[in-house]
Every structure is written in C-alpha cells, then in structure tokens.
C-alpha cells in the first residue's frame, strides 16, 4: 500500500513510517520544512514538503492522488498557542480530508485524543485542543466518501512500546506509548473491518493485532 501521513515528522508519525517501510509498504510523509526531509528518508519514507496551514486543498491532492490511504497524524504541538490548535488540529484535518476525497482515497485514519469534544467547555489552550480535536473528528465522520477510523489514544509517553494495549470505543483514561500508537496505526490501516469506527487507546493486555481483529469483529 501506498501511505500518506500528514505530520510526517511527528514523534508517532516517524514511528509508523518505519513500521510501514519494514512491512513493505510505501509512506509518504506531509512536512513543512526542508531540512526535515533527511530524517524521513531515514525512516524509510518518501517526504512531501507542504505546509497544510496554507496549502489549498487541490494541492493537498496532489500529494494524494494514487494513494490507497490516509493518516491525519499532525499536530500544533504542546508549545503551541489557542490559534494554532484551530489552524491544526482542525483546520488541516478538515482540509487532509477534503483531499483525500479528491484524490479519490477512501481509507482514512486520524489520530485524535482522549477527551477530543467540538463542546468541551472551558478556555485553557488544552480546552481549545479539545475541541479542535472533537470539531476535525465530527468533520471527518460526516464524510460518506471515506472510510474512516478516529484513534483517540490516552496520555502519550515515549516509553519502549509492549506491543499490548487495550482498544474499545471506551477504555478510560489510561497511559499508551507512542510506539503501540504507531503499531495500532499500522494495523488498522491493513483491518478495513475498523472503518466507521471511533476508538480508544491505552495500555493494556491485548497483543497490538489481537486487540485490532477483536474490535473489526473478526
């Protein structure tokens, strides 16, 4: 399969391009910047420098076009201010699924968070991620011309990954590494049965492919 990750240079983004380069897959990685293109092309992905804060989505597209699937995996940042969680973590996924349309892709695959609400109260920038996170969701779920699955991992950690997680429409709050998000990512992208589907994700039990057949019903 041909991937393409929006965020490609994210801390889980750089994870699933490995995964997916170690399993004979081509990723193709959305950066701004130039200089990140090396690190990419070190995880075994092809790079596409666009920058989705300003990118039209015709161009968005093109980047697109003859892929067989797409993983919304950018992110303002921590660091980051209010105005950025909207042009981000809403705006760019709203935008990503406007060309995966385009483009003709159907599979597409975002990660969101635990918590992710378009009505959660309150005016702390994590409030405002929130619900730029809950708006990009709804956005992407009202779309009939994808195929979509909402990943909303707990607490990010960069611990060593345990290939176990726990991964239901409700887990409660919980710690995941971003090693078994990337390892989850990895799996639905190859268990269609997932599409339609909003997920939680924390630790847990349950081997990474296990955990992915049992909520696909297979």
């Given amino acids: 399969m041909r991937i393409v990750i929006a965020g490609g240079h994210g801390r889980i983004a750089l994870r699933l391009e490995r995964l997916l380069s170690a399993g004979g897959h081509e990723a193709v990685g959305v950066v701004r910047r130039p200089e990140q293109v090396e690190d990419l092309r070190a995880a075994g992905a092809e790079a596409a420098v666009l920058d989705l804060e300003s990118a039209s989505a015709a161009e968005v597209a093109e980047v697109l076009r003859g892929a067989d699937a797409a993983v919304f995996a950018a992110g303002a940042g921590p660091d980051s201010g209010a105005a950025r969680k909207d042009t981000v973590d809403r705006d760019a996924a709203v935008l990503f699924a406007d060309a995966a349309e385009r483009a003709g892709v159907r599979r597409f695959v975002v990660v969101s968070s635990m918590g992710a609400d378009a009505g959660h109260p309150g005016d702390e920038v994590f409030d405002v991620y929130l619900r730029a996170k809950g708006a990009a ?81 297979n």
Avoid at 146 to 167: K, M, N, Y
Avoid at 188 to 204: D, H, Y
């Fill in 137 to 217: 969701d709804d956005a992407v779920r009202a779309r009939t011309g994808l195929e979509w699955t909402v990943l909303r991992p707990g607490a990010l950690t960069d611990d060593a990954g345990t290939g176990r997680v726990r991964l239901a429409s409700a887990t409660g709050r919980g710690r995941v590494s971003r090693d078994d998000v990337a390892a989850v990512l990895a799996e639905l992208l190859e268990t269609p049965g997932t599409a339609g589907l909003t997920l939680e994700l924390i630790e847990g039990p349950t081997p990474v492919a296990v955990a992915v057949r049992d909520v696909a019903g």
